[in-house]
């Protein structure tokens, strides 16, 4: 059965797609079998963000290792049982038809709550909530006491996560890796960062997630999402010498891979 890996929360601008492309691509490059999906509907970021790639490579010659991109399949309505969900069906369809000849598949869950999203969290066996990295963010997870900074309870997409857990166990599944994501980690603030950390290490321990350092902001992610490219392909398409900022970001990817402790997957990009 393949491992499949759910990038979600409920906020936009957190860079889901990115981690999405790079987590993807990063698994392909090192050999692994990658099926994809994206469960946005209405953005499909990550899907346009493979459809550039695909135009990208095609027109420059190129035959880079890629992630296994399929669209939800169409349900026939009448095939239906009284009280079926269309789309769970298509979720269902979908990865039915990767998990037998995947190592790994990779879905993007929109920055809103749906019905798709509510069934891919149920799917994950490994969990990444980017996050950027600020107490205005932070609420995707907790509520917070604006007086303290105490977290005074999870918030509703963290109910989400335990409903899905919930789930799991009853279906006898293995329990779900879930890691929050640090994304745009900046240099300055220092003291805001510290807070922000510290907020996310005692919430981690009472609901249940890890926190893994992300990708820091970066001009070369807007840069790549036009050709489809990620990090790890900087180097076949022409660009011999990498600045500092670049290698950076490599070591970021790399020990975002690393942490997720994936089944068989060492990271030695």
Same mark, same amino acid.
């Given at each position: 059965?393949?491992?499949?890996?759910?990038?979600?929360?409920?906020?936009?601008?957190? @860079?889901?797609? =990115?981690?999405?492309?790079? $987590? /993807?691509?990063? &698994? %392909?490059?090192?050999?692994?079998?990658?099926?994809?999906?994206?469960?946005?509907?209405?953005?499909?970021?990550?899907?346009?963000?493979?459809?550039?790639?695909?135009?990208?490579?095609?027109?420059?010659?190129?035959?880079?290792?890629?992630?296994?991109?399929?669209?939800?399949?169409?349900?026939?309505?009448?095939?239906?049982?009284?009280?079926?969900?269309?789309?769970?069906?298509?979720?269902?369809?979908?990865?039915?038809?990767?998990?037998?000849?995947?190592?790994?598949?990779?879905?993007?869950?929109? @920055?809103?709550? =749906?019905?798709?999203?509510? $069934? /891919?969290?149920? &799917? %994950?066996?490994?969990?990444?909530?980017?996050?950027?990295?600020?107490?205005?963010?932070?609420?995707?997870l907790a509520r917070i006491d604006p007086e303290s900074g105490k977290?005074?309870?999870?918030?509703?997409?963290?109910?989400?996560?335990?409903?899905?857990?919930?789930?799991?166990?009853?279906?006898?599944?293995?329990?779900?890796?879930?890691?929050?994501?640090?994304?745009?980690?900046?240099?300055?603030?220092?003291?805001?960062?510290?807070?922000?950390?510290?907020?996310?290490?005692?919430?981690?321990?009472?609901?249940?997630?890890?926190?893994?350092?992300?990708?820091?902001?970066?001009?070369?992610?807007?840069?790549?999402?036009?050709?489809?490219?990620?990090?790890?392909?900087?180097?076949?398409?022409?660009?011999?010498?990498?600045?500092?900022?670049?290698?950076?970001?490599?070591?970021?990817?790399?020990?975002?891979?690393?942490?997720?402790?994936?089944?068989?997957?060492?990271?030695?990009?």
């Amino acid at each position: 059965m393949a491992h499949i890996i759910v990038v979600g929360n409920e906020k936009g601008g957190s @860079g889901k797609s =990115t981690t999405s492309m790079h $987590v /993807a691509t990063a &698994l %392909a490059r090192m050999g692994h079998r990658v099926g994809a999906m994206d469960l946005d509907l209405r953005q499909r970021s990550f899907g346009r963000y493979v459809e550039n790639r695909r135009a990208f490579l095609a027109k420059a010659g190129l035959d880079l290792p890629s992630p296994d991109y399929r669209e939800l399949p169409d349900v026939d309505e009448p095939s239906l049982v009284d009280g079926e969900n269309p789309f769970d069906q298509r979720l269902t369809a979908a990865v039915s038809a990767l998990d037998p000849v995947k190592d790994f598949i990779v879905i993007d869950c929109p @920055g809103s709550h =749906t019905r798709l999203s509510q $069934v /891919a969290h149920s &799917l %994950a066996d490994t969990l990444i909530t980017p996050l950027n990295d600020s107490f205005v963010d932070f609420d995707l997870l907790a509520r917070i006491d604006p007086e303290s900074g105490k977290v005074k309870g999870p918030s509703i997409y963290a109910e989400m996560v335990w409903g899905a857990r919930q789930l799991r166990a009853q279906a006898g599944l293995k329990p779900i890796d879930w890691i929050v994501l640090r994304n745009r980690l900046g240099a300055q603030a220092m003291h805001n960062k510290k807070k922000v950390g510290a907020a996310l290490e005692d919430l981690s321990r009472r609901i249940g997630f890890r926190v893994a350092p992300g990708f820091s902001e970066r001009v070369i992610f807007r840069e790549l999402f036009p050709r489809g490219l990620t990090l790890l392909d900087l180097k076949d398409t022409g660009v011999e010498q990498m600045n500092l900022s670049n290698v950076a970001a490599r070591q970021e990817l790399r020990d975002l891979i690393n942490a997720l402790r994936l089944p068989a997957v060492t990271a030695a990009f």
